[in-house]
């Protein structure tokens, strides 16, 4: 699909990530409506993005009357970017149920609720696309991921079934995985380093994904360094192979480390 002169809903706007898929997409002509939670930061973003239409609107996504009002707010929209996500790191037993509540909420409810919500005009119009944000997480199931994991692991599957359903309608589906990213996003905000050999992507690759799904139509996009893209096609197979490689890497007390950094984003 192209690009240029599209109206792109992307939520999430206000993290790093949010922020270099809106530059790539306002560097190629869309006409954005930009989403978080807060407005100041978004005014900001729109005021360094090279496009001619950048709409903000803010909402919180753990509400479904605001993703209602968000809907309404971006009216007619060709392409949804739902990047917007909680960390959800940490056992489940650390989370209370409202903070359960909360996670799947933003990560899974949100995206599925804004899709229902536009796809009806999409699929009239015969053009269209989605791109949800998973991550590696929705592929591996590391330590200390119980719940995002099953945020991600469920995105996944809404995404590629949603994309059989779409076929023959001319509106698109991706998933993108991220891995570690390094620069911007939930996991670079923690200050964790990993062990030697394990690499992380810039929020730029991220970006490049997004825009490659929208225009070439993929259906799913990792982007990680090659040891961690294979990783994730050898856990489809041999999930215990895997999980016995991330242990001897120490990923126990990265993930904790990692969850302590982020408890106040719950």
Known sequence: MKIEGARIL????????GGAIAKALAERGARLVVNGRRRDVLERLAAQLPAES???VVADLADPTQVDELVAAAGAVDVLVANAALPASGPILDFTPEQIDRALAVNLRAPIALARALLPAM????SGHLVFMSSLAGKVAPPGSALYSATK???RGFAL??????????????AIFPGFVREAGMFAETGVRLPRGVGTSTPEQVARAVVAGIERGKVEIDVAPLPMRAGARIAAVAPSLVASVQRRLGSREIAQRVAR???HKR
Do not use: K, N, W
Not at 123 to 126: D, L, Q, S, T
Not at 161 to 174: C, F, Q
């Open 10 to 17: 992307l939520t999430g706007a206000t993290g790093g990530i």
């Open 54 to 56: 950048v709409e903000c």
């Open 123 to 126: 699929i009239e119009r015969g």
């Open 153 to 155: 692991f469920g995105l």
């Open 161 to 174: 079934a949603l994309r059989e359903d779409l076929h023959g309608t001319g509106v698109g589906v991706t």
């Open 261 to 263: 950094a982020q408890a």
